[in-house]
């Protein structure tokens, strides 16, 4: 703002805007505003230092209160994070479960000695953060995470109480490890008969033990399918199969672009841009693209939810040892994460993610090169100043002729729209790009040395270059990045309209997927974009989309809950384009008119109306335009028959009554979306809402998995 204000009072205003506007590349927008503004790097520079959420005794013992008293894991995680790390942080909570060291540190639980304390007694705060958070995630019956934080919190000195031991002893039986349950139950019975206690309170724990251990005697006539904590490692989550199989693409993975099913062709044109193609028809529930993203953040609320480099919600994980930010799954999240984008973007992370002035992308496009070679930055620098782009570069295709989601030449080749903005807001990004190349210049993205003083006043050559790409980056993420959204059940629901809409969904970050990014909007889309779990977006078909017709993503506004002049005005704002989907050409009616217009059918060959006579319905009916005889008789008693099943499979749904991914299910709702594709003109209000019971039924089994 600063600047904004005295280029006006210089009377300069005009000038730089007219410059920026007719540009003509963003490496010379770079160039023209460091000309104009000689002293921009110096001044901006002033304001970049270390700048993070640091570790608060005094604030984590607050939140540790918090936590405890309202049984919140995210608070109980957040006051972890805020903890000063100990010099044994690394040995007893980071690493302690590597390898055969859980079987060392069970064997030294058993040995040691049982503690009584009292109410009174004093309980360092890490360690009675691990222990509230363990007992949290015991009552919810997450036995391996609550395990994790129970051992944690011994090692961190916590006495081993009686109860401490009874849980871990619980907690080795429901994970499958009965032999050292019922040792452990065994040696806290033993313990029980020393402690001095009243013989009320030892008969509740007897019981309790008692009970843990017929229990045991029970699952040995089973098989347990269960984890062994004995041998568990400290690595990256893995995928549950059923997701696994809810994600697989339709006729495997395609050869010339990559997480994308071989039934997609990408195609160009100046009207559409790069767009994806159905190479044969498609039906629906169909997964066509399952994409990890290039590069993603998490949002500031989510922080200590999820795992900054998984981006799996978190129960029992560990901070990072400098920042209060940053929450990992375990030891593998945080070093992975670490080695990419955090160890650099650690020590200023709340300046990236604190300013407005920024904006929200700010950090996606400063991680986006943070996280890319310096070389192959400036080999794609190099091709800004060209006037024009090879065909292979505007596909995104990388050395091999693939578009390849993890190459940056996927990234680089989302566009812009720079001729579509305005010369403010084209001034704002270019500001912001100088101001996230100082940020890397900072953190040592171009040079691991020291700077010279002078030297951190200015931009070379290369980092002008580099500017000039963020700056590309900046605009395109406007158009071109997705929020990455976790399904919540929802609490506290009164109204029975609330009970339909059961399902919260949470934007928790941001990230750039460069394949589905190639996919364009209808306000009508015949595919439906879905988070699960960790990174991963699919793209999922809603209907039966024909061989060469155009897979349609919904950027937002759709025709169902938004008319047709506010989809347009927001789209053209946001999005940069008028749409000319047919729900906005033919302004189709929205939810409400919808559901009381009468339903139109159509002929089956030509798709052209049928002009059904109300009182001549079950006749056979002959179309005027092509002559194709329609049996209506059949057709009404296929759609009766239909109906009533998907009817039962909706109140099911809506109760949640049903297994995740039930194939079954799955299959009743696209056999009735196909049918009322078949037999009624579009809109309709049937297959409208059958189409959004499909997307109810998977939102709740991807959050029930």
Request: net charge neutral.
């Amino acid at each position: 703002m600063r600047f904004c204000n005295r280029i006006r009072s210089c009377g300069k205003s005009e000038t730089i805007l007219e410059s920026i506007k007719k540009g003509g590349s963003d490496i010379s927008r770079i160039r023209t505003l460091l000309t104009e503004e000689p002293d921009l790097c110096s001044l901006l520079g002033r304001n970049i230092s270390q700048l993070f959420e640091r570790k608060d005794e005094l604030v984590a013992s607050k939140l540790w209160k918090r936590g405890s008293q309202g049984k919140s894991l995210e608070l109980l995680t957040e006051a972890f994070a805020r903890c000063p790390i100990p010099a044994c942080f690394e040995e007893r909570i980071v690493s302690a479960f590597d390898g055969d060291k859980s079987k060392v540190i069970l064997q030294a639980f058993m040995q040691a000695p049982l503690k009584e304390i009292n109410d009174d007694a004093e309980v360092n705060i890490m360690e009675g953060i691990l222990y509230d958070r363990g007992c949290i995630l015991f009552s919810s019956k997450r036995y391996l995470a609550a395990y994790r934080d129970f051992m944690r919190a011994w090692l961190l000195n916590y006495p081993k109480t009686l109860d401490l031991s009874f849980r871990i002893a619980v907690c080795y039986f429901e994970c499958g490890e009965l032999d050292v349950g019922k040792e452990l139950l065994q040696c806290t019975a033993q313990y029980l008969r020393t402690m001095s206690m009243s013989n009320e309170e030892k008969s509740v724990w007897t019981m309790n033990i008692v009970k843990a251990l017929k229990a045991i005697e029970t699952s040995r006539k089973q098989t347990p399918n269960k984890p062994q904590l004995g041998y568990l490692n400290d690595s990256l989550p893995t995928t549950n199969s059923l997701i696994g199989e809810f994600s697989a693409l339709l006729d495997g993975e395609s050869q010339k672009v990559s997480q994308t099913s071989e039934v997609l062709e990408l195609q160009f044109s100046p009207e559409k841009g790069r767009h994806m193609l159905a190479k044969r028809d498609i039906p629906p529930g169909s997964t066509l693209i399952a994409e990890m993203p290039y590069a993603w953040t998490i949002s500031k609320p989510s922080y200590h939810k999820f795992c900054h480099w998984c981006l799996l919600r978190i129960e029992c994980g560990i901070p990072c040892s400098s920042c209060a930010s940053a929450v990992f799954c375990n030891a593998t999240c945080r070093d992975l994460a670490l080695n990419s984008f955090h160890e650099r973007e650690c020590t200023i992370l709340k300046l990236l993610d604190s300013s407005q002035k920024l904006g929200n992308m700010a950090l996606l496009c400063f991680r986006t090169i943070l996280t890319t070679p310096l070389s192959t930055v400036l080999q794609y620098a190099n091709l800004i100043n060209q006037d024009s782009l090879s065909h292979d570069v505007i596909m995104g295709l990388n050395d091999n002729n693939k578009l390849e989601s993890s190459a940056y030449s996927a990234v680089f080749a989302q566009t812009p729209n720079s001729e579509q903005r305005q010369a403010g807001d084209l001034l704002k990004r270019t500001f912001s790009a100088v101001y996230l190349t100082l940020a890397l210049k900072h953190v040592g993205y171009f040079d691991t040395t020291k700077l010279a003083e002078d030297d951190a006043k200015t931009l070379s050559e290369k980092e002008i270059s580099v500017a000039a790409l963020m700056l590309r980056h900046l605009q395109g993420a406007s158009c071109n990045a997705y929020g990455i959204n976790y399904i919540e059940k929802r609490v506290n629901i009164v109204s029975e309209e609330e009970k339909q809409r059961h399902l919260q969904i949470d934007e928790v970050g941001g990230a750039t997927y460069p394949v589905i990014s190639t996919t364009n909007h209808s306000c009508n889309p015949n595919a439906y974009r879905i988070n699960i779990p960790g990174r991963m977006c699919l793209v999922k078909t809603l209907r039966d989309i024909q061989k060469g017709e155009q897979v349609f993503d919904g950027y937002g506004p759709l025709y169902l809950t938004e008319a047709r002049q506010e989809r347009i005005s927001k789209l053209q704002t946001q999005y940069l384009f008028r749409c000319s989907c047919p729900p906005c050409t033919e302004d189709w009616p929205m939810y409400g008119p919808l559901r009381k217009a009468p339903m139109k059918y159509k002929c089956s060959s030509c798709l052209c109306e049928l002009k059904v006579d109300p009182k001549n319905i079950h006749n056979k009916l002959k179309c005027p335009y092509c002559d194709k005889v329609t049996d209506m008789k059949k057709l009404l008693n296929s759609l009766k028959e239909q109906k009533e099943t998907f009817a039962l499979v909706k109140t099911s749904i809506i109760a949640e009554a049903f297994q995740p991914f039930d194939k079954d299910i799955e299959e009743i709702l696209t056999k009735y979306i196909q049918l009322c594709q078949k037999a009624y003109l579009d809109p309709c209000i049937e297959s409208v809402e059958a189409q959004e019971i499909l997307k109810l039924f998977w939102n709740i089994s991807i959050r029930n998995s």
